[in-house]
């Protein structure tokens, strides 16, 4: 049998990408790691397993620092499941016992790992799966995708945004991802939840889309008033579904489900599924808006060392979340800007 050894850097090895590409998802990739540590500031950790000097797993973990509960070791922030890639549990186990390892080194007293549950738990580690993903399989073209989207609300709301003259185009200058941050900071203060910082669409969006991994999608209304954008992951077999934001202003004209569309489109002649996203069992408008897209459901885990807690296992329809989410909401537009800066503890 061969050995296997586990070592760790403060950057994903040169080997990781072709790894990430030919096994991973999107959240794998070593750009998005490396954009994440950038642009909030976070120590990254690469834990690579090799047998013989050969790549078989490898495990990004980030740390974010404490707000109000202790510091975290997650994998990873801003990503819905990053968990162990390989395809062994065993290296899976390898993996987790050495981040649970460096994490008493340093006294770290939580690890979140985020995963669709390719594998059990690893010793030591408790499981929630509290979220769902949705996910559209395009593999019958986009025929047979049109086939299953709602016909009483999707098809109509896409037929609507069209009729109405709304006009989508990508984005690809500063000034595009400038309108992506600034529609993401309004949408979010309406849901009650600070924004990324702008930073992170101009500089980081920006970046990774120069090296194809990003799409961002502009709707604008006949008279060239913005009206919304979404920010798609353009992964190796999957596009996910980043962000959206719109102007509420002209949400009548269904700028939002025209954006979709277009980019599930690309997803389907690009030969890629599209994921709708995690979404929480409370959140039921949510949830029926991704059912009518078509989107399958794939149950997510999390694994929680030593055991769970944290933002991911609070309930969004009651409590000190949707608490803070009413407050939030209210206060004044200048003010929630601020709270970008909040923004970097809620990975």
Request: glycine fraction near 10%.
């Amino acid at each position: 049998m061969t050995s296997l050894t586990i070592s760790r850097t403060a950057e994903p090895p040169p080997d990781w990408e072709p790894y990430a590409r030919a096994y991973g998802t999107f959240y794998h990739m070593p750009q998005w790691v490396e954009c994440l540590r950038d642009i909030y500031r976070l120590r990254l950790e690469c834990y690579s397993a090799r047998s013989n000097g050969q790549l078989e797993g490898l495990l990004a973990v980030a740390e974010v620092p404490a707000l109000l509960g202790p510091r975290r070791l997650v994998s990873l922030p801003f990503s819905y499941a990053a968990g162990p890639l390989t395809a062994h549990g065993r290296i899976a186990d390898a993996l987790l016992a050495a981040v649970r390892d460096g994490a008493s080194e340093r006294r770290i007293r939580r690890i979140e790992i985020k995963t669709r549950g390719e594998f059990p738990p690893a010793p030591g580690f408790h499981r929630t799966s509290h979220y769902t993903t949705f996910e559209i399989p395009t593999d019958g073209g986009e025929l047979e995708v049109w086939k299953r989207l709602h016909q009483g609300s999707t098809q109509r709301s896409i037929r609507k945004g069209q009729k109405a003259g709304i006009v989508v185009r990508g984005g690809e200058t500063a000034e595009d991802w400038q309108i992506m941050a600034e529609l993401e900071e309004g949408t979010a203060h309406a849901h009650g939840l600070p924004a990324p910082p702008r930073g992170f669409f101009t500089e980081g969006c920006r970046g990774l889309q120069q090296t194809g991994l990003v799409a961002l999608y502009l709707a604008f209304t006949r008279a060239g008033e913005r009206a919304a954008a979404i920010t798609v992951w353009k992964g190796p077999r999957a596009w996910i579904y980043g962000f959206g934001a719109s102007d509420p202003d002209h949400l009548e004209h269904r700028p939002n489900h025209v954006l979709l569309w277009t980019a599930i489109q690309d997803a389907i002649a690009a030969r890629r599924k599209f994921d709708l996203g995690r979404v929480a069992p409370e959140q039921h408008g949510l949830l029926e808006f991704k059912r009518r897209w078509g989107g399958q459901p794939i149950p997510l885990a999390y694994d929680y060392w030593p055991e769970p807690g944290g933002l991911n296992m609070a309930s969004r329809d009651r409590g000190l979340m949707a608490t803070a989410a009413a407050v939030w909401s209210r206060l004044p537009a200048g003010v929630t800007r601020l709270g970008t800066r909040l923004y970097r503890y809620l990975g």
